[in-house]
């Protein structure tokens, strides 16, 4: 018969298996296009697409960009089973900023299911080159999908910006997507 | 008695004032010369074709004298020609009588053409070869509707393009164009008629190659479009040395750093844009007696500065004074660096004149871009390049500039992506120019950098996008601010052409930190007093939009 004592460890230690285990929000997956008027306005880019793939505890988000001519596509992949150290992590930047990556840096990232599953959370230590060297930013995201699985709303907080950067994309019909 | 003599002896002294005072006035001769108002409509079908005849009249009409000036929109790019017009009224004594009709100005200038060309308006180019013809043979250009417009004033046919060009690629025609007319057309410069195509076509500065009998042409230089590219360096490298490529590359067929990289390989000159009007009358106005360029400095050329622990911020307009801020509201609340077209020294004298006196002490003149004329000095020829940079020391010594100006796209992406010099390029600019106070660089951001001695090299932090929101921008120079931590900061920032400097005054009223706005001139000698940034060249690892062209 188990003791109270241990009904409680036991029971901490299914709930905290559970967390760990929580499984991706299927709805996150797919082609999202990027709502301007409701966005903070990017800087440099015209157009955004951002294409989330699941597989497993593997998170592949890829970052469709245009600006006149000029196409971009960066893909950032993590894992929310263990952080990853990624040798090209791409940040929605302002372009017109003398902010870039930094040359052979590293990134650190975190990636997990948080609120039941419903939103991602992604924590990330980049380094950048700016006028005066190389320097790190602190990066906190979540990516949270609307009830009705239409609307994606990316939220991102900076350790060097007080103001967080809002963007709002609508889901591109799976047919319209190819 | 008494009452009379003072009243004999105030009577001469208000003679005699009055005289020295129409003596001042009249220094400059009174001038006669008349002026149209043109409207924004530059379409094909719609009111191109006869401000394209009118503006090739103009260029006739101002051979000899200054004879016809065109007012624009204020909408229109260069938004200048409405001030100068004043300008010219007050400084110069130019007595302005206005042309209300193209039949009007025909009547008055019929005499300066001998006769018109028809150029096909099913055919864009050869627009451009009837202004070359125009330049040549004192031809107006017309469309077939304006036939019976200038036939009414006795001028004669002297060409019909109609027909000729008809399926032909730009090469083609442009090919044929060089047959017929390179040989004697100008090699101390060529008109690259290029910017609006299809069915909108802005030639402005079209009076100003029919004057030089210049080569008109819209070639790409586009490595995607070799038989143009390869006709376009075969004209460039038949100009005499020091040539100027005058107008703007084509939109759609090239791009404008794939066109100032390919004439800065030639080591020649460019000055724009296709739409920048009134050369021809410009060009003929020398500064006003006793002119002397006197710069607003705010610091002495040999004097040094000691840096705070503080974020030093400086603004820079470039993008030519013409089509910036300056008219705009605002001007003279915030200091700001103007980057001076150093080449209206030889072509608008009265325009330079007209900024430098309507100047603030906040408003500061820098040279630029990059020497004698825009170009990208990564692609300089060694050997062209000190010839290049005399000229560019000589104007700036007249126009009282102390800062020089450089950007070098050829490896951007528009205003984006790496806007770098190399060492080698650094290197030629320090030996160069010792007498200036400092070098900046860029257009968008940019990572050059350097301290040599007392002459800093500031590549642009941020570029003000003037679409983009100013709460933004705000948050992205704190950022900036945040991120460069170290104090002093020297964040120096380009301002667009269009930009609206009051908005910029309410983003820097929300600035965080110890910032301080000051004058280019002691921004760059706090700079040189504590390199609290890092020297760096373009790494030749880093991406390049544009590969550049293959060697000949």
């Known amino acids: 018969m188990m003791t109270s004592f241990k009904k409680i460890l036991l029971g901490f230690v299914l709930a905290l298996a559970g967390v760990a285990a929580v499984s991706a929000n299927p709805a996150l997956a797919g082609r999202w296009r990027l709502d301007p008027a409701q966005s903070t306005a990017l800087d440099g880019w015209s157009t955004l697409d951002l294409v989330v793939s699941l597989d497993g505890s593997k998170v592949a988000l890829r970052h469709e960009l245009t600006w006149g001519a000029t196409k971009a596509t960066e893909t950032n992949t993590l894992d929310t089973a263990a952080p990853v150290d990624a040798a090209k992590y791409f940040r929605i930047e302002a372009r017109h900023m003398a902010v870039y990556p930094a040359k052979g840096g590293v990134t650190h990232a975190t990636a997990t299911w948080i609120d039941s599953g419903k939103t991602l959370r992604i924590e990330a230590t980049t380094p950048v080159e700016v006028s005066q060297g190389i320097v790190p930013i602190r990066l906190y995201s979540e990516y949270r999908v609307s009830e009705l699985g239409d609307v994606l709303t990316v939220i991102e907080l900076r350790s060097s910006r007080n103001r967080p950067l809002v963007y709002v994309f609508k889901k591109v019909p799976a047919e319209a997507a190819k | ?552």
């Open chain 2, 1 to 552: 008695m008494k009452r009379i003599f003072s009243f004999l002896i105030l009577s001469c002294l208000a003679l005699t004032l009055r005289a020295e005072t129409e003596t001042t006035l009249t220094a400059t001769p009174a001038r006669e010369a008349y002026v149209m108002h043109f409207d924004l409509n530059w379409n094909v079908a719609g009111g191109l074709p006869e401000k394209a005849m009118l503006i090739s009249l103009q260029g006739l009409a101002n051979r000899t004298a200054p004879n016809l000036y065109v007012i624009h929109p204020k909408e229109y790019q260069w938004e200048i020609t409405q001030p100068l017009y004043d300008y010219y009224e007050r400084k110069y004594h130019v007595h302005f009588t206005p042309l209300a009709t193209a039949d009007a100005a025909l009547t008055q200038f019929k005499s300066a053409a001998k006769g018109y060309v028809v150029w096909d308006k099913k055919v864009g180019a050869s627009l451009n070869v009837a202004f070359t013809i125009a330049g040549l043979e004192d031809a107006v250009v017309v469309s077939e509707e304006l036939i019976p417009v200038v036939e009414k004033h006795g001028l004669k046919k002297i060409d019909d393009l109609r027909g000729r060009y008809t399926g032909q690629t730009d090469a083609q025609i442009y090919q044929d164009a060089v047959n017929r007319y390179w040989s004697r057309t100008n090699k101390d410069a060529v008109m690259m008629m290029g910017g609006h195509r299809g069915a909108v076509m802005m030639p402005g500065m079209a009076d100003w190659g029919v004057r030089q009998k210049m080569f008109f042409h819209d070639l790409a230089a586009n490595p995607a479009i070799p038989a143009e590219l390869a006709l376009e360096r075969k004209l460039l490298s038949q100009l005499n040395p020091g040539a100027t490529v005058f107008g703007w590359h084509p939109y759609g067929k090239d791009t404008e750093e794939q066109h100032t990289t390919l004439i800065s390989t030639y080591g020649l000159k460019m000055e724009g844009l296709h739409n920048l009007p009134n050369l021809s009358f410009n060009c003929q106005f020398t500064f006003t007696p006793g002119f002397k360029f006197t710069n607003h400095h705010h610091v002495d050329r040999d004097a040094k500065l000691v840096a705070g622990q503080k974020v030093y911020m400086a603004f820079v307009q470039s993008d030519s004074i013409g089509i910036g801020v300056w008219t705009k509201p605002g001007r003279g609340k915030l200091p700001f660096a103007w980057q001076v077209t150093m080449n209206w020294t030889k072509f608008s004298p009265a325009a330079l004149e007209y900024f430098h006196e309507s100047a603030t002490p906040n408003d500061y003149f820098i040279g630029g871009l990059s020497g004698p004329g825009y170009m990208y000095p990564n692609h300089i020829p060694a050997d062209k390049f000190p010839l290049l940079m005399k000229e560019a020391n000589e104007m700036m010594n007249m126009l009282d500039e102390r800062v020089l100006e450089i950007m070098d796209n050829s490896a951007a992406d528009g205003n984006l992506g790496n806007a770098d010099l190399t060492k080698e390029t650094v290197d030629r600019y320090y030996k160069a120019f010792p007498n200036v106070i400092g070098f900046i660089n860029g257009y968008g951001p940019a990572r050059t950098r350097d301290l040599r001695g007392s002459q800093p090299m500031i590549s642009y932090d941020y570029y003000i996008n003037p679409r983009r929101p100013r709460d933004e921008v705000t948050a992205d120079l704190n950022e900036l601010i945040a991120l460069n931590a170290k104090r002093p900061y020297f964040l120096l920032v380009h301002v667009r052409e269009s930009n609206d400097v009051n908005s910029l005054v309410e983003v820097t009223k929300r600035l965080e930190g110890p910032v301080e706005i000051v004058p280019l001139d002691v921004f760059l000698k706090l700079a040189a007093s504590n390199q609290t940034y890092t020297t760096r060249y373009q790494d030749p690892e880093e991406p390049k939009h544009f590969a550049g062209f293959p060697k000949e």
